[in-house]
């Protein structure tokens, strides 16, 4: 990167606030229509003119798989392109709970507006409401989609589909597929794409990784990418590019993200102008196999179900250094069920999370590195005999015991929160399209559905809405309304994002340090983890300001890169998708910095109520924070998207 | 046991058409014209296979149950070959059921042997490389692993078989249609190595039929979650009853029981 | 604990590649993948290439890991890819030898990564039940038995690693081919196209290099998810329907 060396000294900390961003796409009027009326407004492309358009997509994880079906079966010519070997892969694959859908089958009440409600208040009242609606409207559609697929749903005996409460929700709503659901709905995904590509609607692009936005005339006209095998640089050319590139927990390296999971295709859109919105709202989950040691490369979750039956529990007593089962009941705090008599061990994600982080940093934690807390089935079993326990967690047992070589029959597990969702993303309006016109964002790598915390089975679901039923009717849009004129293989913006990736690839290659790129992603990693984790406080945000450009500059000095770009380089791979976590990283910081409030998953030191609770500032903070990248290291434009509520009023949740 | 010889003279036959047919064969198989023309179903050559060897599996049998007469006496064998030949009597010609039999082994062991060596030498080029780590093995597999090796073995066993009790080339007795005698005289105990020979042979065969019955049952589809394991045990019970069948009768003529 | 590593090294798809010896401290509570960063890192400082292997989930679901230890594909773990393989069923000073899956249909492309878009296209040839979106009736249109389900969940729940390829001494794809059939066939949405699915999915099964079956079942000992044997037995007989009985003609 021509940059590389030459960061300004603006201080980071001081941005300014731009013009407010607006949402022109979404409809105003009775939310109920909203969806509807933006759909009969959109213009339709002509089908013969369909075989003559271009779209890339970027990803294909249940967004960007469902999106290239879809647009395949919709007669555009379709490019699509993942880092993996196979679309199967992608990393939607491992969500685990189930996906909900207003079908109130069970006929206890839910409705697309129950939906609708619960997603908006358990976002904290930080998503837009029109937004939200339409998810709640195509949950329903979404689940026929994958029935018809041939997705196999947990069924009961009268051959209907089976649902369950998840997430702390009053009504059944999640369809689930054991603890694969993730994986089942990909593959439904996945199959309808090999389908397409079969049918030549769409060429794949296995092993691809996009490294560049091409920009022309500003509107969004290509990408750059690498093949990962010969390392041959291409650029691609389209009429229209969606980014479904997923979410950027990998910031914080321990996560229970795939390995590969990276923000470069959102951040190479954000340096080429698209805004990215909330990048501070990120979801700590509870329930994880906690960190062994120094080697430890991921983080394994473990099913929220578990809280259903399990009791969350540490010693009462300081350096109680006793097994668990030594420990009698009555030296044991459930600090769970005594802080939230009212939901006790089911409490929301950010909740259970947050208490944990507390009693480990009042050093009650458990496990050798004193960072866990138990989880216990003691109980359970007893009340409810081993063959009952083990017929519905058995399989999430066996893991914990492959892992950790336990055994959770008899003694406690052992859990710690980890990083495993982001709630923001690039900025993009009721059409999914971001402020680069032509360029979309779907799925985790947008921002506009769960505002400041998901609530479980909500990312299938959004990931999907998104892919199979959003986008391909938005994205006709903007090809019927533009004029795109074919962009030449040689013009110069095409050759300069080419140059661009040329270079950073050279760069990289020839510094030749004495530090390995994961080193520094732990490094930069930690940082986030202690400064921008579960708990924010301003004096450790600009610490983690100030480490932050440090570390990185070291990067850009001393890290070593081993072998060349012409070949399969999995060191170069991981040193491009790092150096973009570090200036992303700032970012995260500084929107968390700035946002001086509790809300949702972002939680400052500042901000709570007298008795340790989040307090949301909704005079203050009532807007999407969207920020423009206005060059490496010096300080963005703060661009706010005033969020209305007309039909949930926000109201402070409240667990006790 | 002259009953198996004549058929098995056919099929000495039928084996070397195959040998020599080989190299021709060897072109429009599977190498060459393959990326071309759409290969033939790898399934289609397992249900040739399962079908051939299943029309072996009922000739062995009946085989068999022949032997087994000789526990009634030389003259009880003797009769029970002669009525073979007399078999449906007049409506069809003397020997004419047992060449009907002969034509439909013949063309079992092509197709069986014929499958064989394309699916093997498919197998081949779909596993060209063997693990330095070692090749695992999976449990209770050495049957499965052994059935191209065994199978060549068998056949070579067939060719010595048919030259021995059926024309009686190397039978040191050698009377065509003197079944008892010539079995005693093969088996005598002096003559231990051509007994040690026809055990090892049959426990080649009971191996292969071990696998070769399960394998084919599952072959035709007839395996499913609640079956899997019946059928295997039905496999090996029925695979150690062949076995010891075809045992009795030359241990029983060396040992002198008979 | 101390380890003696033989992992294959292969520069590219063309170099013919060969056995190195590294040593390597391991803790027990590393997982297999975990083991061989530690390596890498180790190699990296040394100014020495990385081993080069697929992984990504790290949780046993994406079925990118794709390595042979020992002779078995994902390790000697029981129903565990290669990821989710610990390191305390080690111990100091064991010998360990790491290859890539070996097929025919899976050609190396660099150390331990294999090229397996076979799969894919085996999927392309019919894996799928051709359903437009949004042309699905309600999903309670059809009621589907829970033994269905299940029975089709438990083929469904297959990787695509290609574990059972690696382990099959005739490279065939067979297990991965028949989870795909029984998944969809034991769907009431999947029988419009069951007979002309089976059909086209062996002829490209076969024209991908992949071996025939001959039922030793190594290949469902090897599998991390146990998919079970008896799908090829439907494959077969769903083959055998489709042409033998002529239902392919008659959807």
């Known amino acids: ?656 | 046991m002259h009953w198996t010889a004549p058929h098995f003279d056919m099929c000495t036959g039928v084996v070397a058409t195959v040998t020599s047919q080989k190299s021709p064969r060897k072109d429009p198989g599977p190498s060459a014209p393959a990326r071309r023309r759409p290969k033939l179903p790898g399934v289609l050559l397992k249900f040739v296979m399962a079908v051939s060897g299943a029309f072996l599996l009922l000739y062995l049998v009946l085989h068999m149950v022949g032997n087994l007469k000789i526990f009634f006496g030389g003259p009880a064998l003797d009769a029970y070959a002669a009525w073979l030949r007399t078999l449906l009597e007049p409506a069809v010609p003397y020997e004419g059921v047992l060449w009907f039999v002969r034509v439909v082994l013949s063309v079992s062991v092509i197709a069986h042997i014929w499958s064989a060596v394309l699916l093997t030498l498919r197998a081949r080029s779909a596993r060209p490389v063997k693990y330095a780590g070692g090749n695992h093995k999976v449990k209770g597999s050495y049957a499965a692993r052994t059935m191209r090796w065994g199978g060549v073995i068998i056949a070579l066993f067939v060719v010595y078989h048919l030259l021995d009790l059926t024309t009686g080339t190397l039978n040191p007795n050698g009377v065509h249609l003197q079944v008892y005698d010539n079995v005693a005289a093969d088996f005598a105990p002096s003559r231990w190595y051509v007994t040690l020979f026809y055990v090892l042979a049959v426990v080649a065969v009971g191996l292969h039929v071990r696998h070769g019955l399960w394998s084919g049952l599952q072959t035709l589809g007839a395996s499913n979650n609640r079956r899997e394991r019946p059928l295997k045990i039905f496999s090996a019970v029925f695979a150690v009853v062949l076995t010891v069948g075809f045992l009795a009768v030359p241990l029983a003529v060396t040992f002198g029981v008979v | 604990m101390k380890l003696n590593l033989k992992v294959w090294r292969q520069r590219d798809s063309v170099d013919k590649g060969r056995m190195v010896n590294y040593e390597v401290d391991a803790d027990e509570d590393m997982s297999f993948l975990e083991m061989l960063d530690v390596l890498n890192e180790k190699l990296i400082l040394a100014g020495d290439e990385p081993v080069a292997f697929d992984h990504d989930c790290r949780e046993g679901i994406c079925g990118a890991c794709s390595m042979v230890i020992d002779g078995q594909p994902h390790g000697p773990q029981k129903a565990t890819t290669t990821c989710q393989l610990h390191m305390r069923h080690y111990s100091d000073g064991d010998s360990i030898v790491v290859e890539p899956f070996r097929a025919g249909a899976f050609p190396v492309i660099k150390d331990l990564v294999v090229d397996r878009g076979a799969f894919d296209k085996v999927i392309q040839a019919g894996g799928y039940v051709s359903v437009n979106t949004g042309s699905a009736p309600d999903a309670h249109a059809t009621p589907v038995s829970k033994v269905a389900a299940d029975r089709s969940f438990a083929a469904a729940n297959c990787i695509g690693c290609g574990a059972c390829v690696a382990a099959c001494p005739n490279g065939s794809a067979s297990l991965f081919l028949g989870a795909k059939l029984t998944h969809l066939g034991e769907m009431p949405q999947g029988q419009p196209e069951r007979y002309e699915r089976v059909v086209n999915m062996v002829e490209t099964h076969d024209d991908a290099g992949f071996g025939g079956c001959t039922n030793t079942g190594a290949c469902a000992t090897a599998c991390p998810k146990e998919i079970p044997l008896d799908v090829i037995s439907q494959l077969n007989r769903d083959y055998l329907k489709a042409t033998v009985a002529g239902r392919r003609n008659r959807g």
């Open chain 1, 1 to 656: 990167m021509t940059d590389a060396h030459t960061t300004t000294p603006v201080n980071y900390s001081d941005y300014e606030t731009g013009e407010p961003v607006v949402d022109k796409a979404g409809p105003s009027g009775p939310i109920e229509t909203r969806w509807e009326r933006r759909q009969f407004g959109v213009k339709l492309v002509n089908p013969a003119n369909k075989r003559s358009k271009k779209i890339i997509v970027v990803g294909s994880g249940l967004a960007g798989g469902a999106a290239s079906a879809t647009l395949g079966e919709a007669g555009y010519q379709v490019s699509t392109f993942c880092y993996q070997d196979s679309p199967r892969r992608a990393h939607s694959i491992a969500a685990q709970g189930g996906i909900n859908a207003a079908k109130n089958y069970r006929n206890d009440g839910d409705s697309v507006y129950r939906l609708f409600y619960d997603t908006v208040k358990g976002g904290d009242f930080r998503a837009r409401e029109s937004n939200v609606h339409r998810l709640a409207e195509i949950s329903r559609n979404i689940i026929d989609q994958c029935v018809a697929q041939g997705v196999p749903f947990a069924r009961e005996y009268g051959g209907l589909l089976d649902t369950r409460s998840f997430g702390g929700v009053q009504v059944s709503r999640t369809f689930y597929a054991r603890g694969q659901t993730g994986q089942q709905l990909l593959l439904g995904a996945y199959q309808a794409l090999e389908r397409q590509i079969h049918a030549g609607t769409v060429t794949m692009f296995p092993r691809h990784e996009m490294l560049e936005l091409i920009v022309v005339d500003g509107r969004a006209r290509g990408i750059v990418t690498r093949d990962m095998i010969s390392g041959e640089v291409e650029t691609h050319l389209a009429d229209a590019v969606v980014l479904a590139s997923g979410g950027y927990g990998n910031v914080f390296y321990l996560s229970t993200n795939a390995k590969g999971c990276n923000v470069t295709a959102s951040w190479r859109a954000h340096r080429k102008g698209a805004l990215f919105a909330n990048p501070c709202f990120t979801q700590i989950h509870p329930t994880c196999i906690p960190v062994s040691g120094d080697h430890q490369s991921k983080l394994t979750l473990m099913s929220e179900s578990l809280r259903n039956d399990g009791r969350v529990w540490v010693p009462k007593q300081l350096g109680d250094d006793r097994g668990p089962n030594e420990i009698p009941h009555d030296e044991r705090d459930y600090f769970l069920e005594r802080k939230y008599p009212a939901f006790g061990n089911l409490v929301p994600r950010d909740i259970a999370s947050r208490a944990a982080k507390e009693v480990c940093d009042e050093k009650r934690g458990v496990g050798p590195s004193g960072l866990g807390v138990y989880l216990d089935f003691d109980d359970a079993i007893q009340r409810l005999g081993r063959p009952a326990v083990e017929a519905k967690y058995g399989n999430l047992f066996e893991m914990y015991e492959r892992i950790t070589g336990e055994d959770p029959y008899k003694v406690p597990m052992r859990i710690f929160p980890a990083v495993h969702y982001t709630m923001g993303g690039l900025w993009v309006d009721y059409d999914l399209q971001s402020t680069i016109p032509g360029l979309y964002v779907a799925g985790e790598a947008n921002f506009s559905d769960h505002g400041a915390n998901r609530l479980g089975a909500s990312a299938l679901m959004q990931g999907l809405a998104d892919g199979y039923f959003v986008l391909p009717n938005t994205i006709g849009d903007y090809i019927a309304t533009n004029n795109l004129d074919p962009v030449p293989d040689d013009a110069p913006e095409v050759l300069e994002a080419r140059r661009s990736v040329d270079d950073r690839v050279e760069t990289l290659l020839s510094i030749n340090g004495t530090r390995t790129v994961d080193s520094f992603h732990r490094e930069l990693g930690q940082i986030m983890w202690d400064y921008c984790g579960m708990e924010r406080t301003e004096e450790g945000l600009r610490k983690a300001l100030d480490l932050i450009p440090e570390l990185r500059r070291e990067f850009w000095n001393n890290v070593k890169v081993p072998g060349t770009g012409a070949e399969l380089n999995q060191s170069l791979e991981k040193a491009g998708r790092v150096a973009d976590f570090f200036e992303l990283a700032e970012l995260m910081c500084l929107d968390a910095l700035h946002r001086n409030e509790s809300c949702g998953g972002h939680f400052r030191g500042e901000s709570q109520t007298p008795d340790g609770e989040a307090a949301r500032d909704d005079d203050n903070f009532g807007y999407a924070a969207a920020w423009e990248f206005t060059g490496r290291g010096q300080a963005p434009v703060l661009h706010k998207e005033e969020l209305e509520f007309e039909y949930v009023h926000p109201t402070q949740r409240s667990y006790k």
